[in-house]
């Protein structure tokens, strides 16, 4: 009789534990607004852009391309980019995938990722080569000779301050038509 008594106290105690870390974890930390309140950084204070995208002096068999992004961090919390994966159009045709950073997979030893302080900014650049397989002379000649327009779509992994507080964001963009 006494066990059971033991075992539903316990109980009891477990479930008033998880209600306090239920509730409390989703509260502000002190000093800190709460999102959408006047003053609070906004949902999203990492802006990603597209720096540019330079491609470079053609060969016969390649084409070189730099692509260069930009996060500016408008809020006054630090923000962490986890990735930043993209993939590369030219006149509609998927040239290149990327991804700048990395995705967590399986148990995590370290982290690589991107810390932007509150109104900071980084630049993130890549670059890629673009063969020349001859199976199509005119979208070469086009590349070759600048006249194609580039499209970049992205998706960006980003949270405010802590990994482990949660708020994890996954944003899609798209950038372009730009022409060459």
């Known amino acids: ?3 059971k008594i033991l075992v539903a106290a316990a109980v009891v105690c477990l479930a008033a534990a998880l209600a306090a870390v239920a509730l409390y974890g989703q509260q502000a930390a002190p000093g800190e607004a709460p999102e959408g309140a006047p003053g609070a950084p906004p949902a999203g204070g990492l802006e990603i852009t597209l720096e540019s995208i330079s491609p470079g002096t053609p060969t016969a068999r390649a084409l070189g391309v730099e692509i260069a992004f930009g996060a500016e961090n408008r ?3 630090t923000a962490l980019l986890q990735y930043l994966s993209y993939s590369v159009m030219a006149d509609g045709r998927r040239v290149h995938a990327g991804i700048i950073g990395e995705r967590p997979e399986g148990f995590v030893a ?3 990722f991107v810390t932007i302080v509150g109104g900071g900014s980084a630049s993130l650049t890549d670059s890629f ?3 020349n397989t001859g199976a199509d002379p005119e979208f070469w000649e086009a590349l070759s000779s600048g006249r194609v327009e580039w499209t970049v779509r992205a998706e960006a992994s980003h949270s405010q301050s802590s990994m482990v507080a949660g708020g ?3 944003e ?6 730009i022409v060459s």
Not at 172 to 177: N, S, V
């Open 1 to 3: 009789m006494i066990s």
């Open 129 to 131: 080569s673009i063969r």
């Open 110 to 112: 370290s982290s690589n």
């Open 75 to 77: 809020g006054e919390t």
């Open 168 to 170: 994890e964001r996954l």
């Open 172 to 177: 899609a963009l798209e950038f372009g038509p």
